[in-house]
């Protein structure tokens, strides 16, 4: 038998103003498959989510967690009920509520202002890499499952913008994040390919450029190779360099 769930998940965040705020939360759906994750989205901080479940059976596991098992159908609904609605199905979902605490609430705001298009300033540079590297010592890197891919391509931004020794400095972070699945390997392509530029080396995965042409590739033989490991694109290869 099918049973249907509603699930209020009021997320409007309080320095939003709004009435009747609930407590800052972050929101999680995971698909799993044989019991382990196979995708997650989490769900934008600072609105306000309508999450219906329809299963074969639904348990309220613990404070925050709601799994569901069995011709699994989740529709979420962002911004009020007028909003667009995204659908997910499979044999077991798991949603999970976790509230945030000050210190996160601060890195979610500090992530929301940061990498603006535009034309580049140099002190509000500065002063972003500095509320960057606060949350990577107190947070690690501020991946997916912390922020959500928006805001975690804020801080990927704000990384490419840094001098070449804050580079170095914040890369372990990045690519612990990247070995956990948490951001893009492309990111970490990039950031790597940027800082052995910088240094006079040969790059690994041709995201650089000099000049209109990519910057000098390390064994180009193997090029797409790497690229593909990072999910990149493969790329033509010359014998010129």
Do not use: C
């Not at 990247?178 to 392509?189: K, T």
């Amino acid at each position: 038998m099918m049973n249907v769930y509603k699930l209020a998940l009021p997320l409007l965040l309080a320095w939003h103003g709004l009435a009747g705020a609930a407590e800052p939360s972050r929101i999680s759906v995971q698909t799993l498959a044989a019991g382990k994750e196979v995708a997650r989205i989490m769900l934008p901080v600072g609105q306000q989510h309508t999450v219906q479940v329809e299963a074969n059976q639904v348990e309220q596991e613990s404070r925050g967690t709601t799994h569901a098992r069995g011709n699994v159908r989740v529709t979420i609904r962002s911004g009020g009920t007028g909003g667009a609605a995204t659908t997910i199905v499979g044999e077991e979902i798991v949603i999970k509520r976790k509230v945030l605490d000050a210190r996160e609430l601060a890195a979610i705001r500090a992530l929301e202002s940061m990498g603006a298009p535009g034309k580049r300033d140099a002190a509000r540079d500065r002063k972003e890499l500095a509320r960057l590297k606060t949350i990577v010592a107190s947070h690690g890197w501020p991946g997916a499952r912390f922020a959500g891919p928006e805001l975690s391509q804020n801080a990927f931004t704000v990384l490419m913008r840094t001098p070449e020794k804050e580079l170095e400095a914040l890369l372990p972070a990045l690519r612990e994040a990247q070995v956990q699945n948490d951001v893009p390997g492309s990111q970490l392509a990039q950031a790597e390919d940027r800082l052995r530029v910088a240094k006079g080396l040969p790059q690994r995965y041709g995201t650089q450029l000099a000049g209109s042409k990519p910057a000098v590739i390390e064994d180009e033989n193997a090029l797409n190779i790497r690229r593909k490991m990072m999910g990149l694109p493969p790329m033509p290869v010359s014998s010129g360099q």
